[in-house]
């Protein structure tokens, strides 16, 4: 039987998938912590705003910028960040924020570089040392290279810390999700695809179109990985190649045939879980491999850690006191642990939680907006974003 064209367009997600994918969502809201500078009160005492971007447009940020000089804020470098600290709450001074940018992108070089410089201010860069490297082609336009990396540092107004090796999801359990379609993967990010099993080792970065997505989470937050099936992703993929990606996802029974291909080979051929002493190593090696990275290329151990995501595991913390880390950022969902630590007087590791940019128009200052349209545009923005596989 041949066939019949169909008109691209995408076919419904089946509302499994879709409501799962929004109650996680909705439940990683109700997890975060947010600090009271976000609702348009000025910062507790002791309490330091800390930001986190990841690409800037060049002009808005340096408006950005100048607002902050404007308003009487002084843009922290690290050092002054960790002494400020340390101090006992309470005694910090008024207006003054942390930048700070994750991944390493060329962006950073291109665009807030540029701006950091013609406003004096200051930022910290923190690096996922795997994609750092000229010699992996498909990363080169994407990511900085450690030259660039080195001009920053010479700069004076950058600081470098690590962001671990691979800033990598991994599958955590067998429950699917969905499956990589055009669209989803033209709408997220090269990290948002878990790292696939191989047979010839592990497969970082945007997957085939048909690809399978299992339930993830972030490698140093999780207590284990699932290995999936790589017989039900291979015939998955092949489904959707012999028709082309758009053809097949246009056609509305798309994904009932791929759950019964999926549900066959899976059958014959099931996933597992890693050893734990085998998925231990693998935590193990972010912090080794980003450590040496550093040594090689920057001249030093990183002490400061940005958690992808959020703050990780108990193994995960454990392990970054082990490798010399003595200062961990992580989302807003990691005030409370920050708290938490701070209560149980562990003075060994230090955890503070960051919120994204654009919540700086809200700090107290000239030209601030009004809280209640920025909550409202990023609960849109959280409506469309959430992703199929954590």
């Given amino acids: 039987m041949i066939d019949t064209p169909l008109p691209h367009r995408t076919a419904p997600e089946p509302l499994r998938f879709r409501s799962a994918r929004l109650a996680r969502g909705a439940l990683g809201l109700l997890r975060t912590c947010y600090p009271r500078f976000l609702w348009g009160f000025s910062p507790s005492g002791g309490e330091i705003p800390v930001y986190i971007f990841h690409e800037v447009e060049s002009e808005a940020f340096r408006r950005q910028l100048e607002r902050l000089r404007a308003g009487g804020y002084r843009?922290?470098?690290?050092?002054?960040?960790?002494?400020?600290?340390?101090?006992?709450?309470?005694?910090?001074?008024?207006?003054?924020?942390?930048?700070?940018?994750?991944?390493?992108?060329?962006?950073?070089?291109?665009?807030?570089?540029?701006?950091?410089?013609?406003?004096?201010?200051?930022?910290?860069?923190?690096?996922?040392?795997?994609?750092?490297?000229?010699?992996?082609?498909?990363?080169?336009?994407?990511?900085?290279?450690?030259?660039?990396?080195?001009?920053?540092?010479?700069?004076?107004?950058?600081?470098?810390?690590?962001?671990?090796?691979?800033?990598?999801?991994?599958?955590?359990?067998?429950?699917?999700?969905?499956?990589?379609?055009?669209?989803?993967?033209?709408?997220?990010?090269?990290?948002?695809?878990?790292?696939?099993?191989?047979?010839?080792?592990?497969?970082?970065?945007?997957?085939?179109?048909?690809?399978?997505?299992?339930?993830?989470?972030?490698?140093?937050?999780?207590?284990?990985?699932?290995?999936?099936?790589?017989?039900?992703?291979?015939?998955?993929?092949?489904?959707?190649?012999?028709?082309?990606?758009?053809?097949?996802?246009?056609?509305?029974?798309?994904?009932?045939?791929?759950?019964?291909?999926?549900?066959?080979?899976?059958?014959?051929?099931?996933?597992?879980?890693?050893?734990?002493?085998?998925?231990?190593?693998?935590?193990?090696?972010?912090?080794?491999?980003?450590?040496?990275?550093?040594?090689?290329?920057l001249g030093f151990a990183p002490t400061t850690f940005a958690y992808p995501w959020s703050v990780g595991s108990p193994l995960s913390l454990r392990l970054a006191r082990r490798f010399g880390i003595r200062w961990c950022f992580g989302g807003a969902v990691d005030y409370r642990l920050s708290r938490a630590l701070a209560r149980a007087g562990d003075g060994s590791l230090r955890v503070f939680g960051r919120v994204r940019g654009d919540w700086l128009e809200v700090l107290p200052g000239g030209g601030r907006a009004r809280v209640l349209p920025v909550l409202a545009r990023k609960l849109c923005g959280f409506a469309r974003q959430q992703h199929l596989a954590h």
């Avoid at 340390?86 to 962006?107: E, H, M, Q, Y």
């Avoid at 923190?126 to 498909?138: D, E, G, I, M």
């Avoid at 945007?206 to 140093?220: N, Q």
């Avoid at 193990?284 to 040496?292: D, G, I, N, Q, T």
């Fill in 75 to 297: 843009t922290l470098s690290l050092d002054e960040f960790l002494c400020l600290a340390a101090r006992k709450s309470g005694s910090s001074p008024r207006r003054c924020v942390l930048l700070t940018f994750d991944d390493a992108r060329a962006n950073f070089h291109h665009d807030a570089l540029p701006a950091l410089r013609a406003t004096g201010a200051h930022a910290t860069l923190f690096v996922p040392t795997l994609w750092v490297s000229a010699q992996r082609p498909a990363a080169a336009e994407r990511f900085m290279s450690w030259s660039q990396l080195r001009e920053c540092l010479g700069s004076g107004l950058v600081d470098i810390g690590s962001h671990a090796h691979r800033h990598a999801l991994v599958y955590d359990g067998e429950r699917l999700t969905g499956f990589a379609t055009p669209a989803n993967l033209q709408r997220h990010d090269i990290y948002d695809w878990p790292v696939r099993h191989g047979d010839g080792g592990d497969i970082i970065g945007r997957p085939a179109a048909g690809t399978p997505v299992y339930r993830a989470a972030p490698l140093l937050a999780a207590r284990g990985r699932y290995l999936e099936s790589t017989a039900a992703r291979e015939a998955c993929v092949a489904l959707v190649e012999r028709a082309g990606a758009a053809e097949f996802f246009a056609r509305p029974d798309c994904y009932a045939r791929l759950l019964r291909v999926h549900a066959e080979r899976a059958a014959a051929h099931p996933g597992r879980f890693l050893p734990e002493e085998e998925f231990q190593a693998l935590v193990v090696s972010e912090f080794e491999l980003s450590r040496a990275a550093f040594e090689a290329n």
